[in-house]
Nanobody, 111 residues
Framework: QVQLEESGGGLVQAGGSLRHSCAVS????????GGWYRQPPGKERELVAA???????WYSNSVKGRFTISRDNAKNTLYLQMNNLKPEDTAVYYC?????WGQGTQVTVSS
């Protein structure tokens, strides 16, 4: 059974930081690309960051330079460090791997 269990998120003021974690089980973690998506209120879900099994990363222009995706293959865990948060980063954030999704966590950034 595949499970992606997210933690992190919450309420933060603009300029603040948050860190998401996503613990993965039931998949060969080290061989899969992992990603973080977000869905702002009233909008479609979008990819914000991805990390290949070889460690190479990709970021959307909206978060580049502020967010950092990483992975710990020994712990089967994905991370998303979010710095210098802006109100427009408010969304439900989801981790994804191998076609499976985490449960989603709310991030709210107040101005």
């Amino acid at each position: 059974q595949v499970q992606l269990e997210e933690s992190g998120g919450g309420l933060v003021q603009a300029g603040g930081s948050l860190r998401h974690s996503c613990a993965v089980s039931g998949l060969t973690f080290g061989r899969n690309t992992g990603g973080w998506y977000r869905q702002p209120p009233g909008k479609e879900r979008e990819l914000v960051a991805a990390i290949h099994s070889n460690g190479s990363t990709w970021y959307s222009n909206s978060v580049k330079g502020r967010f950092t995706i990483s992975r710990d293959n020994a712990k089967n865990t994905l991370y998303l460090q979010m710095n210098n948060l802006k109100p427009e980063d408010t969304a439900v954030y989801y981790c994804a791997m191998g076609g499976f999704w985490g449960q989603g966590t709310q991030v709210t950034v107040s101005s």
